[in-house]
């Protein structure tokens, strides 16, 4: 490889790669290996220098990335991720491991996050992505971030028009030089001009001089564009100079294709480049290693420099002898994982099949495309579902890396993972179920953590059902997805404390300042979940200042469930909750008593959103299982519907479901219920408010309340078929959003009964349709059964 001169007889080489590209990985390790350089100088933040040592630990293992954040500001960081086939990370190892200095030469990240707030440009250079729970933005600057040219089996092109030439310039200069070699994909071109010669070394001068053509000619950058691609490469030139002073003679600089004429040959004045720094704003920063996934390094991801397929280039550094065959062995091994069946004879065909096309197409070695196309055709059987099943596992993939021990964190993150780790709780990046019994110590312990984590805003885990419909009071269900942002808010949740529980406590005592009702209600029954008894006592006392001052009966109806809840369930977590009964006592007289005049004078969005309030203070009421309560709000449900003359009750949607909850609590006979349907459905009533009625009555299974008693049923049958044509087109949404929310076979046993004759000529059709002769020796059998005279 030629090298540049430079002062004092030493030698620069510089390697133009491709970000994450296996091609770019081992053509760095070769020219490492061939130069033997003093020092490697390589594209990253400058400030992360402290750092480089850790690359060489035994229990780092990729990705990672580097995390940049504003101190005391965890929201405003970036990310440098790396993976295992990163030409930049193999570089990194191998100085690490052969006791080479190693240096980082971008803009430090101090510089990069102040330009971002200051507005001179985004602030981030190729490698990075932004910090935060949102993905990173879209590719913003000159570099040719994709190393991947594949399509995952996908013949026609991608998403939105190709670029025009000039544009592919700038977008992706690598894919316009493997475009004018006559490649319609740039990695396998880099892999032949990179990696497959075997006549001469890798080719990075010629990279060099072919970048430098492509620059002169690519289109301008917006000014703020510019300016810092400008300061990036002053930077990265100083940095080199720096080097050069101390002595060095062998120098290796692994940077992006794009940049390496910039740092190559004879370097311009020093002082030219001192003052495109001059002035560079800076902000006081934090950096660390953290974990990283494969699915973030995806294109798909939102990361600026990604690439289509991590999980296949992975394979390709990893596996360098015969890589199809091990490839399809893999994919065989993921389908017979989820039973789907796939022979040995099978693998052997799709190794065939990748290789013809292969021959076919005019190419040395099968690619992606040619595996994908083999895989969707002989081992899935042209089974779409399976290919992406495939595609997510391996294609893109999940891996997840490790950092080690002694890497520089906040004391709430240590806290974090030695608590998981005591919990065998693992940060992983597949989703999982966990299932949680309450009665064992281990699994109480791991609620309470999540539920401390979700007030923190860090979501590891989702709770998969609500905790009022679970199996068991004993019982939760979580799904667990690590994600490597999810380090950014466990960063920003350490200002409120330097362990989990600690944190969790003051966080949820400052959200009590600021909380509705209803919301206060939420976030007792959250620290009863979490085990905070520290926050109780201060949040239970806004909570009863706050229901002093409430006025909205909606809101005290939405504040009730939650509390009840809190107390029902308290005792299986082994916590306190001896003031939990005292205010949910308060609020349901204050609900009852404000009741009455709120249910007058609604319209029919207002009267929806009451009666959900009052199915659930309903629940919460026989969740309470308080004989006290139950009277009083029985009570005051019986008065809301009371036929008192010139009184004005609730609407009908309302009513209905009123008379609905105290048929089936008992307060209200069945008999007496079916002649309020009567009277509703008699003449004098409006269709329209009849609707409404019935919908209320038979909202939330009505069905299953028609299909056993005849007597309501015939009662809708009659009112129904007695409705005039205008009357009845008015209604039918009405009754078809009722029935509609019936389920199948709930509708199918209403149809039957109707069919029969049940309902209003029910006598008739129940005479005609049993035969008594043939049930006879079935009523004989069951006596029998039953140890009874037939």
Known sequence: MRSSPAAGGARVRVCGVRHHGPGSARAVLAALESLQPDVVLLEGPADADPLVALAGAADMEPPVALLAHVTGEPRTSAFWPFAVFSPEWQALRWAVLHGVPVRFCDLPAAAVLAMRDDGSGTGEPEGAESGGAEPGPGREDGEPPRGDGEEHGDDGPRDGAAPGTAELLRADPLAALAAAAGYDDPERWWDDVVESRLDAPAPFDVITDAMAAVR????????????????????????????????????????????????????????ADARTLRGLPRRRVSLTWVPWTHSRLAAASGYGAGVDSPGWYHHLFTSPDEPVTRWLIAVAGVLRAEDLPVSTASVIEAVRLADALAVMRGRPLAGLAEVTEATRAVLCEGDESALHLVTRRLVVGEALGRVPAETPAVPLDSDLRATAKALRLKLDPLERTLELDLRKDTDLARSRLLHRLALLGVDWGRAAASLTRSTGTFRETWQLVWRPELAVDVIEASVWGTTVEAAATARAVERAGEATLPQLTALVERCLLAGLPQALPPVLRALDVRAAADADVEHLMTALPPLVRAHRYSDVRRTGSGDLAQVADALLVRVCAALPAAVVSLDDDAARDLRRAVDAVHEAVGLWEDPRGSRLWSATLAGLVAVEPGRQGPPGLLAGRIVRLLRDSGDLPAAEAARRLGFTL???????????????????????????????????????????????????????????????????????????????????GRSAGVDEERAAPALRTAAMLLGVPA
């Open 682 to 764: 008699s003449r004098g009533t409006p269709a329209p408010a009849a609707a409404g009625w019935v919908e209320g009555f038979l909202g939330s299974g009505g069905g299953t309340v028609l299909v056993h008693d005849e007597d309501l049923l015939a009662l809708l049958d009659a009112w129904v078929c007695s409705l005039p044509e205008r009357e009845f087109t008015d209604v039918l949404p009405l009754l078809r959003r009722t029935f509609g929310g019936f389920a199948a076979p709930e509708r199918r046993a209403l149809g039957d009964a109707l069919r029969r004759g049940s309902g209003a000529r029910r006598g008739e």
């Open 216 to 271: 002169e000619h690519a289109p301008a950058l917006p000014a703020a564009e510019e300016e810092r691609e400008t300061r990036r490469e002053a930077h990265m030139r100083q940095v080199l100079r720096a080097v050069l002073k101390e002595g060095a003679q062998r120098v290796a600089v692994v940077c992006g294709a794009w940049h390496a004429p910039a740092l190559s040959g004879k370097l311009p004045p020093a002082a």
